[in-house]
């Protein structure tokens, strides 16, 4: 169990660009969340794999905003044409389970910066 | 959907004294009820969980029971270490039929020697 990891842990890019994150769960976690921390406050919740499938999104995961899950492995997060205010810490969370009760893994995050 | 009110801090205290950080939560249905601890440099990770009411969930040293009538899940050490200085999150799960957390805004606390 190496835990969760995410690549890469920091990006510096200009407005308007496109930017792509990576997230390698936990080894044969059927569960995969991405959320998003800015300064000061706690993660909030973007979206929401089971396996392969994308089944949910938040209202803050605008039009801008994909991630896929292929073969419920890795997930990837991109974001087009990125904005001043999708600066923030993206997190990735893993767990094994059907209910409500697992525990969620985090990977370190990537720092994202839109200059 | 869920919310959480969480103890607004920072919160400053000397080695040794006892620590409460309250929490409490709207949440759909019944939820699962978390905190989870994020150290300076490092990644979020639980701290505790409870999914039941009146259960009890406890790590090192900390403790914070599921009150499901009050709908609320303060957590409390009773003598707090330089170490335990953190940002200290609550988060329900619950109102899907997965484990969606809700975050509370977090709570700076500093443990001073």
């Known amino acids: 169990d190496t835990g969760v990891s995410q690549d890469p842990r920091h990006k510096i890019t200009k407005r308007g660009q496109n930017v792509t994150f990576r997230c390698d769960p936990i080894s044969e976690h059927n569960r995969l969340y991405w959320y998003r921390q800015t300064l000061g406050q706690g993660p909030e919740f973007l979206t929401y794999f089971q396996n392969e499938a994308q089944l949910e999104k938040s209202r803050l995961l605008s039009d801008r905003f994909s991630a896929e899950r292929p073969k419920g492995s890795f997930s990837t997060l991109e974001i087009q044409r990125t904005e001043q205010g999708d600066s923030a810490m993206y997190l990735c969370?893993?767990?094994?389970?059907?209910?409500?009760?697992?525990?969620?893994?985090f990977g370190p995050g990537t720092r994202l910066l839109v200059l | 959907g869920n919310s959480v009110t969480q103890m607004e801090g920072p919160v400053t205290l000397s080695e040794e004294a006892f620590l409460t950080i309250n929490c409490t939560y709207t949440?759909?249905?019944?939820?699962?009820l978390f905190w989870y601890v994020q150290y300076p440099g490092e990644g979020l990770q639980l701290l505790l969980k409870?999914?039941?009411?009146?259960d009890k969930g406890s790590n090192k040293g900390f403790e914070a029971t599921y009150r499901k009538e009050t709908t609320s899940f303060h957590l409390e050490k009773g003598s707090v270490q330089v170490s335990d200085s953190a940002v200290y999150f609550c988060a329900p799960a619950g109102g899907t039929s997965y484990g969606k957390l809700t975050f509370g805004q977090g709570t700076i606390l500093t443990v001073h020697p």
């Open positions: 969370a893993s767990s094994l389970g059907t209910g409500l009760s697992e525990t969620q893994y």
């Open positions: 949440a759909t249905g019944y939820p699962s």
């Open positions: 409870a999914t039941k009411a009146d």
